[in-house]
């Protein structure tokens, strides 16, 4: 408490920075552990591309490129494939047909 009372815009500082540390820390940890269980799922309709591309250990332009589908710069957002399939008027199913025929391609020329 002394502390408090002689400096007492330095031990807020402190105490924020620790806050911070406190945040960012806990933010990495949470991140770490959902994509340690979330490696490798099967793609699904509400799944961006971002997403499956993470989640498979690709790059998303990369994949973006070999199954044929449009960069989230189109829209100003990552789409999710069901988007992508209703804009394109074709069942989602043909989506992911495209997207994980694209991850097997990828992961073959990465000799994995």
Known sequence: ??????????????????AVTLFFLLRLLVQTVYWQTHQQVPVQPWMTIGYV??????????LDAKAGLPLPEVKGHPQPLSEIARDRGVPVADIITEVEAAVAALRSERGE
Do not use: Q
Request: hydrophobic share 50%; charged share 20%; proline share 7%.
């Open 1 to 18: 408490m002394k502390l408090w009372r002689t400096r007492p815009w330095l031990t807020s500082a402190f105490l924020l920075a620790c």
């Open 53 to 62: 591309a993470r989640s498979w250990g690709l790059d998303p332009r990369a």
